[in-house]
């Protein structure tokens, strides 16, 4: 019967990053278990912004270590990430989104994120598509960047496997194994393996894979999408991200030229029991036509944007993110089963955030306390809820709304 010190669930950046870094803390025999191809689910349909300042405080720091962590793995494998140091702009055209910018650059300082104040006209200078007239304040945030997401969740399982975790794509774990309140090992179609920490990195089907153990996370899966326009040299080809929360939008370059990402007002859920095992075979649309959704944001958008109407928009890619009501992650011990921790929940960030909670997991698994303060994180923060039910799903959708602002 195989046995090993630790096992993680879910080959997704999260399950990644999280075997990374706890063979990089020596943490004894670690094995990495996978029901379908490695990264291919949400990590490999994001749009790969590394934002490390936002609205929710509690976890820039956690982003700031994965922006820190990319060139130690560059360097580790001598491969590259497809890292983009672009910098982000983050623009605010009302007193509401300005008050955000200064809590926000207030939040940067404390974690040494560097940023510049600029005014329209500076900010329309670095993304000449981009409408000054609105801008009442931006900010530029030099370091954060974007990455290919396959390539770094890769990265870390390459990084991972080469100081000895075991990866098992195309094995599903099928239940977990417990003794009293302890977990003793998980169940997979290939047969039992002994362990003494379980980790559910099983991203949208987190709460389903909890269920095992009597305690569904409180998350649920809520539609991300992004369209992507052809060159046009009137862009300004590789320049700085931007974060528009006045219009849930943001952009990035794209090989000349643009990524739209749009925050829906009320973006579509599912219950995650309804999802096929493979994503590739799902689409998470409810009878929508995605121009449409794009027709409906243009309006809003054009006034940064005014070259919206005449952009050829060529591909749009849409996937599901795990979210909460809170717009938190959830992060760490699971109440009640000794050994069996929560890394899900990551709210549309979880490339943004994967260093940062690969880190927490790892001194966890380990008994440690970790360097962050996750109490803002905890998996029994919204009490006993049943995250499949309409409303509870209408709540996470209604934070992936309002993700990139404080104020609703
Ligand atoms: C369109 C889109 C754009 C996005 N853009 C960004 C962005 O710009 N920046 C950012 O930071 N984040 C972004 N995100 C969010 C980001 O992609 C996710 O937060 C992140 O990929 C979550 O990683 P994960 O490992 O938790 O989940 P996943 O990548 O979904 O991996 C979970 C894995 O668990 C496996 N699994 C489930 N159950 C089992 C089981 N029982 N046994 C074995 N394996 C199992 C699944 O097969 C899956 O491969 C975006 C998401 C989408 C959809």
Same mark, same amino acid.
């Given at each position: 019967m195989e046995s090993f010190d630790h096992v993680i669930v879910g080959g997704g950046i999260l399950g990644a990053s999280i075997a990374w870094h706890l063979s990089c803390k020596n943490a004894g025999s670690i094995l990495l278990l996978e029901r379908n191809e490695l990264a291919s689910a949400a990590s490999s349909r994001a749009a790969g912004l590394i934002i490390q300042a936002s609205t929710k405080f509690a976890k820039t720091p956690l982003a700031k270590l994965t922006r820190d962590t990319i060139p130690l793995l560059v360097e580790e494998l001598g491969e590259s990430v497809g890292y983009h140091d672009v910098g982000s702009l983050r623009i605010a055209a009302s007193s509401e989104r300005a008050l955000e910018l200064d809590a926000m650059t207030a939040d940067a300082e404390k974690n040494d994120i560097p940023y510049d104040w600029l005014d329209g006209v500076e900010a329309a200078a670095m993304a000449p598509w981009l409408d000054p007239s609105p801008i009442l304040k931006a900010v530029f945030l030099p370091t954060d960047g974007y990455v290919d997401p396959y390539l770094l969740s890769m990265a870390y399982i390459r990084a991972a496997?080469? $100081? @000895?975790?075991? &990866? $098992?794509?195309? =094995? +599903?774990?099928?239940? &977990?194994? =417990?003794e009293g309140d302890k977990v003793v090992g998980v169940m997979t179609d290939a047969g039992q393996v002994f362990c003494n920490t379980v980790i559910d990195a099983c991203g949208v089907w987190a709460a389903i894979f909890s269920e095992r153990v009597g305690y569904p996370l409180p998350m649920a899966p809520v539609r991300s999408h992004y369209w992507m326009t052809e060159p046009n040299e009137s862009y300004g080809g590789e320049h700085p991200m931007t974060i528009l929360p006045d219009v849930s939008a943001f952009t990035r370059p794209e090989v000349g030229g643009l990524v739209l990402g749009i925050q829906e007002p009320q973006s579509a859920t599912f219950d995650a029991h309804d999802l096929p095992k493979d994503p590739a075979a799902f689409s998470p649309t409810k009878g929508e036509e995605h121009w449409d959704l794009l027709a409906d944001a243009s309006e809003a958008v054009? !006034? #940064? #944007? %005014? @070259?919206?109407? !005449?952009?050829?928009f060529s591909s749009y890619v849409c996937g599901l993110s795990s979210y909460t009501p809170d717009g938190e992650i959830v992060l760490g011990p699971v109440p009640g089963i000794d050994g069996f921790l929560a890394a899900s929940g990551a709210c549309g960030s979880g490339i943004t955030l994967s260093a940062g909670i690969g880190d927490v997991i790892a001194d966890l698994a380990l008994s440690q306390q970790p360097v962050f303060d996750?109490?803002? #994180? $905890? %998996?029994? $923060? /919204? @009490? %006993? &809820?049943? %995250? /499949?039910? +309409?409303?509870f799903r209408a709540q996470c959708a209604a934070a992936r709304a309002s993700k990139s602002r404080k104020v609703n």
């Open positions: 496997q080469a $100081r @000895g975790v075991i &990866v $098992r794509p195309r =094995t +599903e774990v099928t239940d &977990v194994l =417990t054009a !006034q #940064f #944007f %005014p @070259g919206i109407m !005449q952009a050829q996750i109490t803002t #994180f $905890r %998996p029994d $923060r /919204f @009490g %006993p &809820v049943d %995250p /499949f039910s +309409e409303h």
